[in-house]
């Protein structure tokens, strides 16, 4: 299991819980940061939005091959070679059907590798980094993970959203807890757990506009008293007091917004089930997810955020009431060693998990395209991606690193509608996942030459691996 523990907790408690949790849940001078502007101003071109989805356990490569290839096809596929296949000709995978309608948006790409972050069982923050970690000490986090670079070029009130469905095999978390995304070195992020805490911390302008106005005034004190501080602090630590004290003013800055926008998000209020009340012990696990996948469109609807990231499972997460296991409390990492329940094998369930999720990737795809924005919808202008994380198995070795990614008619992607097999592990063309976010921010204004770690075995061999995958990029 990850070696740090995750204490629930509430930001609508006392004061001292407040104060405890600005000064230990990194947010430092970027994690709560606010840019100058929010969004996109009124009849200008909308923000880019992306939404993250990690899951457990793996993502074998063969469970995301086309059920229908040619003989030929089959045999690259098989043997790990490159590939590019129209899947407007191809059935999608079983438990890939809920987003058959989508297939235009679709795509499935196969042969990154991910060796330089953690596999195993889990992988931290690594895998969003493109590094090792360590067993997800702060000293481990190299980096600001990849969905905080993108939430830098496209501003929003809260700027990086975070939602986590993980546990401790018998139950869920909740409240706000530590997070899996990093806003900088050494820092790590914090997370909605359960759905009901996202709620009332998402939507508080709404439901609660009372407790913004308490937040305000909270802040105002604790600003005065660190100011107080400051005065005798020298060096280093006046510095990461100074730290404190801008995410202080970020997050006044983020309830004044907030207030001035509640009338917008109010008209987009999701509705949460009695069940999910007080963190939702007795809810199903098909039942968090839906909820959170609710609360997920609605932040980006209502401008909230731009970017989500959402652990859907992690091998701890408790796995209650799916369909044909209602009965069974099923444990994920168990189903990794192929351990079944109520006579059902481990693949099937396995199965029937991603099933599930998939079902969620249906449902966000489907709301945001009903969603009108400027002369289109919303969906035309976001990236969805759902990849593992953790490599190609429960116990990974990070050879590949499968992402199934819907992008909208204007994303600066340039690969819906295709099946893509990359070149294979420390071969020539080989590319990592830290080309792949590299290909991210290029795609979106951040030319960074190269964003992650190099793979150890592809730079032994002296093959290039800098730079996007440029085949990816939509030409403007």
């Known amino acids: 299991m990850p070696s740090f523990t995750a204490k629930p907790g509430s930001l609508n408690k006392t004061m001292t819980s407040r104060r405890n949790f600005l000064k ?5 001078a970027g994690a709560l940061a606010l840019p100058s502007s929010f969004g996109a101003p009124l009849g200008s071109t909308p923000p880019k ?17 086309l059920p229908t290839f040619t003989d030929q096809e089959k045999a690259l596929d098989a043997k790990k070679q490159p590939l590019e296949i129209d899947l407007a000709k191809h059935e999608l995978p079983a438990w890939m059907r809920p987003i058959a309608s989508h297939k235009a948006n679709l795509s499935i790409l196969q042969g990154l590798s991910c060796k330089m972050s953690e596999n195993g069982h889990w992988s931290y923050s690594s895998v969003m980094g493109a590094y090792k970690s360590g067993r997800n000490s702060l000293s481990g986090i190299k980096r600001a993970t990849i969905d905080f670079e993108i939430a830098k070029l496209f501003p929003s009130p809260f700027g990086h959203v975070e939602l986590s469905l993980t546990g ?36 508080k302008s709404v439901i609660n506009p009372d407790a913004v106005n308490s937040d305000n005034a909270m802040l105002e004190f604790l600003e005065g008293e660190e100011s107080l501080k400051a005065d005798v602090l020298r060096g280093y630590e006046k510095q990461k007091l100074s730290n404190h004290i801008d995410s202080i ?4 800055a983020r309830n004044k917004k907030l207030e001035k926008m509640s009338g917008s998000i109010a008209k987009h209020l999701p509705k949460l089930a009695p069940v999910h009340a007080g963190g939702g012990p007795n809810a199903s696990t098909p039942e968090k997810q839906s909820a959170m996948t609710d609360i997920l469109v609605a932040a980006l609807i209502t401008g909230l955020t731009n970017v989500v990231t959402y652990t859907i499972d992690e091998l701890s997460t408790p796995i209650k009431g799916i369909p044909g296991n209602e009965g069974d409390h099923i444990s994920i990492h168990e189903l990794g060693h192929n351990g079944g329940y109520s006579g059902i094998p481990a693949d099937e369930i396995r199965e029937k998990i991603r099933l599930g999720h998939m079902e969620q990737v249906a449902t966000i795809v489907k709301k945001l395209k009903a969603t009108p924005e400027g002369n289109g919808t919303m969906f035309d202008n976001s ?89 990816l990029i939509r030409k403007s």
């Open 249 to 252: 003013e970020s997050i006044r």
């Open 383 to 471: 990236v969805i991606m759902y990849f593992p994380e953790n490599g190609e198995g429960h116990h990974s070795h990070g050879t590949e690193a499968p992402f199934i990614v819907l992008s909208g008619d204007k994303s600066s992607l340039d690969m819906a509608g295709r099946y893509i097999r990359l070149p294979y592990h420390a071969t020539e063309g080989h590319k990592t996942i830290g080309n792949w976010y590299t290909t991210l921010l290029n795609a979106h204004g951040n030319l960074v030459e190269h964003y992650g770690d190099f793979d150890l075995e592809t730079a032994r061999k002296k093959i290039a691996q800098t730079g996007a995958i440029k085949q």
């Open 49 to 65: 939005r992306f939404i993250f989805i990690r899951k457990s356990n793996g993502i074998r490569p063969s469970e995301i091959a």
């Open 24 to 28: 230990q849940s990194a947010l430092g």
């Open 168 to 203: 401790n095999y018998s139950s869920f978390r909740t409240g706000i807890v530590s997070g899996y995304s990093a806003p900088s070195p050494h820092q790590r992020n914090y997370c909605y757990a359960d759905p009901q805490t996202a709620y009332n911390e998402l939507f």
